[in-house]
Each structure stands twice: as structure tokens, then as C-alpha cells.
T-cell receptor, first 114, second 115 residues
Framework: AQSVTQLGSHVSVSEGALVLLRCNYSSSVPPYLFWYVQYPNQGLQLLLKYTSAATLVKGINGFEAEFKKSETSFHLTKPSAHMSDAAEYFCAVSDSPTGNQFYFGTGTSLTVIP | KAGVTQTPRYLIKTRGQQVTLSCSPISGHRSVSWYQQTPGQGLQFLFEYFSETQRNKGNFPGRFSGRQFSNSRSEMNVSTLELGDSALYLC??????????????FGPGTRLTVT
């Protein structure tokens, strides 16, 4: 079975500081990996995805993530945090070639301190 | 292009009742997935429909069911509601036919409260 572990349910950073949100996955087959962001009272928005192309993936709003097979990790980073980045972030894995069966991590709540 | 819409946005039901939630995907998307989001369990996959057929199913009891219509709109039904069914139910649509197009677009969700 596939699974995702997000280390740190709450992360606080100062405005302008590096954002690092951790995600480790478990998959018996090459995975497809995703990061989503959820703002209060809204659905999830796709930040970026890895689908076996380049290991460094760039997404929206200045976020990027690097797929490291040896570490089974897909950590999300952003060089400089903005106040508008405060939200809940979810890492997800899918290994189904025949459909959308996603497994989500428990989420990391990002707080940006002015 | 209009996004994923879900109706209703909020629902209050009593234990033992049943409820039907609706999801309209993005035009041209043929896959619709449903998720349950709760503070304790996080986001859990319910099921996915593609071209009116259930293609994937999560680990939920049979009280949870769904269907998809020929226009790709989908409904999910929960019968004999329990307090633990209180959650945000999210619908996501995607083109669904190729891995590279597995970007899922989420609706705002339906907040179900069971009393």
C-alpha cells in the first residue's frame, strides 16, 4: 500500500525565511507525487507534481520540490516566505496507472510570522 | 473555464438520515474523485468515477456510494448517517485518461454536520 508521511504538523517561519515542508513516501512502484495547498474554507489547489520527468519540480507561487528516490522524499521548499503562504499543505502520492487513487499526508500547517 | 462546483456548500443532518452531495467537474473532465476530510483522519479517498464507471474505491463502508452521469457530473450518497460522518467532503476532477494529466482540480467542498 502507498502512504505519505509529512513530518511536522505545524511549521512556523519568519517572513522572508526559507520554507521547508517535509514529505516522505512509501511506494512499491515509481510514484507520482503532488503537493497541494489549502486555504481556509477552500478546496485544495495543486502546487506542483512529479511524474517521473525532471527530479526538481517547479510549481506555482515560487514553490519547488525535489524527488529523491534514495531518500524516498519529496520535500517542498520556497526560498522566501510571504505572509500569503500561510495555509495547510498536503503531500500526496498516486501509483495507479489506471485512475486517480491518491493517498494524502496528514498535512502541515504553515504559519508565517511578520 | 469554470471550476469544480459542489452543492450544497453546507448541510446539517440528523443521525440515521441519508444525504446526497453533488459535484460538477470542469468541462471536458471525465474523472471525478471524492474525498472525506476530517481533523482526525485527514484526507481520505472515497472513490473515483470515470466515464460513469467506478474505477477506484477507498476503504469506506457500503453506506457510502456514488455515481456518475453521462455529462460527468457526480453524486455521492451517504445512508444511515452517523456522527462520525461529519466532515468536509471534497470533489476533484481531472481529465483522467493519462498519467500526465492527473492534475486534480478540487471543488470548495460540502461541509456536512451530523447531529
Amino acid at each position: 500500500a502507498q502512504s505519505v508521511t509529512q513530518l511536522g504538523s505545524h511549521v512556523s517561519v519568519s517572513e522572508g525565511a526559507l520554507v521547508l515542508l517535509r514529505c516522505n513516501y512509501s511506494s512499491s512502484v515509481p510514484p507520482y507525487l503532488f503537493w497541494y495547498v489549502q486555504y481556509p474554507n477552500q478546496g485544495l489547489q495543486l502546487l506542483l507534481k512529479y511524474t517521473s520527468a525532471a527530479t526538481l519540480v517547479k510549481g506555482i507561487n515560487g514553490f519547488e520540490a525535489e524527488f529523491k528516490k534514495s531518500e524516498t522524499s519529496f520535500h517542498l521548499t520556497k526560498p522566501s516566505a510571504h505572509m500569503s503562504d500561510a495555509a495547510e499543505y498536503f503531500c500526496a502520492v498516486s501509483d495507479s496507472p489506471t485512475g486517480n487513487q491518491f493517498y494524502f499526508g496528514t498535512g502541515t500547517s504553515l504559519t508565517v510570522i511578520p | 473555464k469554470a471550476g469544480v462546483t459542489q452543492t450544497p456548500r453546507y448541510l446539517i443532518k440528523t443521525r440515521g438520515q441519508q444525504v446526497t452531495l453533488s459535484c460538477s467537474p470542469i468541462s471536458g473532465h471525465r474523472s471525478v474523485s471524492w474525498y472525506q476530510q476530517t481533523p482526525g483522519q485527514g484526507l481520505q479517498f472515497l472513490f473515483e468515477y470515470f466515464s460513469e464507471t467506478q474505477r477506484n474505491k477507498g476503504n469506506f463502508p457500503g453506506r457510502f456510494s456514488g455515481r456518475q452521469f453521462s455529462n460527468s457530473r457526480s453524486e455521492m450518497n451517504v445512508s444511515t448517517l452517523e456522527l462520525g460522518d461529519s466532515a468536509l467532503y471534497l470533489c476533484a476532477s481531472s481529465q483522467g485518461s493519462r498519467v500526465s494529466s492527473y492534475e486534480q482540480y478540487f471543488g470548495p467542498g460540502t461541509r456536512l454536520t451530523v447531529t
